[in-house]
């Protein structure tokens, strides 16, 4: 009987074993690796972690850091300032220089387009045109006016805010600078070019009579009897009263009514509509805002009384809670002997 071939070769030769398959970059290696490492146990070096802190950098002495200071400076070994070639810095200065000076253009070109747009005269968007306020003189401290009929000096501050407030409406500059109106309606200059100066009426300082310093250059005060002006605020194009005039009352808001007497005012209590509408300061140079004189003329003397003047027409706010000034004006007033 003639042997298997299994036989054979077991008797004849040793047997190959089946080939291996060889992994590329050592893949089998590291798998070979990977599975002694699972059943491997943990070193006591491996669990020793002060190997691993970070250790403390050594402290350098002064000198040692002025010199390294000195060499990132200047290094004369690689030609280099802080740390930088000279060509390196150029191309800095270049890129920053070409940056800021896009910029610089962009905002000029910016700007020149702004200034292009808009008109020096009059606002290019007004969609909303606040009630116009009150102002008053002599500009007071505290709103209060306070005097001794008889005391110059409590007095004197009071006469000298009334000077300096009524030196533009004297006559004379008056006659010079501004025209006398005698209509009674707006004074529309809208047909004129944008650029051309607007034409103003006159308001002169004798109109306001015994109010107006020229006679009487204590106001009333050394009598007992003082004035003030009130003065309604300027709003570009506004046209107060919706073409009827605007009137001004003033009467006790705390104390005693009777303490309050009785009121004049000069020219008369009310704003005269051919003084507007407002052109602004380049269009209406030699402009005078319209002035209402009121002079307490029998006020109770030792009485400290608030006084409250108002705006009063249509399109007017004169009770704001929140802007004291938006159509009136408060004040304390108390005159002694």
Not at 25 to 51: I, K, V
Not at 97 to 104: D, K, M, N, P, R
Not at 224 to 248: A, E, S
Not at 300 to 315: A, E
Request: glycine content about 8%; some cysteine.
């Amino acid at each position: 009987m003639e042997p298997s071939p299994t036989e054979g070769g077991a008797e004849g030769r040793p047997v190959k074993p089946p080939p291996k398959v060889i992994l590329k970059h050592g893949q089998e290696l590291e798998e070979e690796q990977e599975e002694l490492a699972e059943h491997r146990p943990l070193e006591q070096e491996d669990l020793n972690f002060e190997r691993w802190k970070r250790r403390p950098i050594p402290r350098r002495t002064l000198h040692q850091k002025i010199v390294d200071l000195k060499k990132y400076l200047w290094n004369a070994e690689t030609n280099e300032f802080m740390g930088r070639s000279g060509k390196s810095w150029s191309l800095i200065l270049l890129f920053y220089s070409a940056l800021y000076v896009f910029l610089a253009a962009m905002f000029g070109g910016c700007l020149f387009c702004l200034m292009w747009s808009i008109s020096p005269y009059h606002p290019t968007y007004n969609d909303r045109v606040m009630p116009p306020g009150m102002t008053m003189a002599p500009h007071l401290e505290g709103h209060e006016i306070s005097f001794n009929a008889s005391d110059r000096k409590s007095w004197r501050k009071y006469a000298r805010s009334m000077d300096e407030h009524l030196r533009p409406y004297n006559d004379v500059a008056q006659d010079r600078k501004n025209v006398r109106c005698s209509q009674e309606s707006y004074f529309m200059q809208d047909d004129l070019e944008e650029s051309a100066e607007r034409k103003a009426c006159q308001f002169k300082r004798s109109w306001l009579g015994e109010c107006s310093g020229m006679k009487d250059h204590a106001y009333g005060f050394s009598q007992g009897r003082p004035c003030i002006l009130l003065r309604m605020n300027r709003i570009l194009g506004y046209l107060p009263g919706q073409g009827k005039p605007i009137n001004i009352t003033c009467g006790v808001k705390k104390g005693p009514p009777e303490a309050l007497g009785e009121l004049q005012f000069f020219p008369k209590s009310s704003f005269d509509m051919k003084y507007y509408p407002y052109y602004g300061k380049l269009r209406h140079v030699n402009y005078s805002s319209p002035v209402v004189a009121v002079r307490f003329a029998s006020i109770q003397y030792g009485t400290h009384i608030q006084v409250q003047c108002k705006l009063n027409g249509k399109g007017i706010i004169n009770d704001s809670p929140t802007d004291r000034y938006l159509g009136s004006v408060t004040f304390s007033l108390e005159v002694g002997a």
